[in-house]
């Protein structure tokens, strides 16, 4: 499938989701990924992993700055930020990643059959794994009113 | 009627968004019950009095067709309305759901309003035959 076809579907799941379920108003920079690398670099991110097959096979790798996740994860829950944990923002996280994949292949065709993995955390030294293969697929830069993220298809 | 429900999703934050929905919808729920996957649920299901299950789809262990097959071949459980939340947006996925047994399905991201009316329709129109299949239409087969 045409990388544009797939970046334009990514870019349209990531508003739907943020927008709809978190409320969050999206957009996308036109920035170079070492650009958007170099930014973001200096803050602690969590990085959740969906892998998936069907029509093509692949995995999603979703950045998210980790005091944006316990808001997100506080709005979530319904609670105060300070009674988040770690889990709670992983969760969703996770969530965020699930919904992202899943509305994005259905905007593609919803024809097609896609089976989603569960979604996995990325820790450790695969962090550092996740962002120095930031030239691999397709990454969409995400901007939010105060926080940078992204997403990254790699089609195996 | 005080309605007992019982979330079924491996995320916490998520079965926290489900129970927040039904509650701000006006739904007489008399309990909430949490389960992180299918065989949890089927646990619930064997000790609890249960009115509806929202189950997610993708989860660990077993997913909501296997717990829906389970339910359905139960011959007390079957009775009880099932709603499908899923990210899967294929037509083929959404068949199988409906197929299954399922009252009906919730794609995520959804709105408040969606839940509420999905599960109003669903809660109003049960007839304690557990036939409240009302998504078949809607399919594009």
Redesign the interface.
């Known amino acids: 499938m045409e990388p544009e076809i797939l970046e334009s579907a990514m870019k349209r799941s990531i508003s739907?989701?943020l927008e709809?379920?978190f409320f969050v108003p999206v957009d996308f920079p036109n920035t170079s990924e070492q650009h958007w690398a170099d930014l973001c670099r200096p803050r602690k991110f969590m990085i959740a992993k969906l892998a998936f097959k069907g029509p093509f096979a692949g995995h999603f790798l979703f950045f998210l700055p980790e005091e944006m996740t316990s808001s997100l994860?506080a709005g979530?829950?319904?609670q105060d930020e300070q009674h988040v944990t770690m889990?709670?923002r992983a969760?969703?996280v996770?969530?965020i990643v699930?919904?992202i994949?899943?509305?994005m292949?259905?905007?593609l065709d919803?024809?097609?059959?896609?089976n989603?993995e569960?979604p996995v955390m990325v820790e450790g030294s695969d962090t550092e794994a996740a962002f120095s293969g930031l030239n691999e697929g397709i990454f969409v830069p995400v901007q939010t009113v105060d926080s940078s993220l992204g997403l990254r298809l790699v089609v195996h | 009627m005080a309605y007992n429900v019982l979330i079924v999703d491996d995320s916490l934050p998520m079965r926290a968004v489900v129970k927040k929905t039904i509650t701000a919808s006006g739904f007489m729920v008399g309990k909430f019950y949490d389960a992180g996957n299918g065989k949890e649920a089927l646990k619930v299901l064997n000790s609890e009095w249960m009115d509806l299950v929202v189950t997610d789809y993708n989860m660990p262990d077993m997913n909501g067709l296997e717990l829906l097959s389970h339910m359905k071949s139960d011959e007390i459980l079957k009775t009880i309305p099932v709603v499908v939340i899923t990210t899967e947006g294929s037509q083929q996925r959404l068949r199988e759901f409906m197929e299954g047994g399922a009252a009906d399905y919730i794609r995520k991201p959804f709105t408040p309003e969606e839940i509420r009316n999905k599960l109003s329709r669903i809660m109003g129109e049960t007839d304690g035959t557990g036939d409240t299949r009302i998504s078949d239409e809607t399919l594009d087969f």
């Open positions: 739907e989701v709809k379920m994860a979530f829950l319904g889990e709670h969760d969703t996770k969530e699930n919904m994949a899943g509305n292949f259905s905007i919803n024809h097609a059959l896609f989603l569960i």
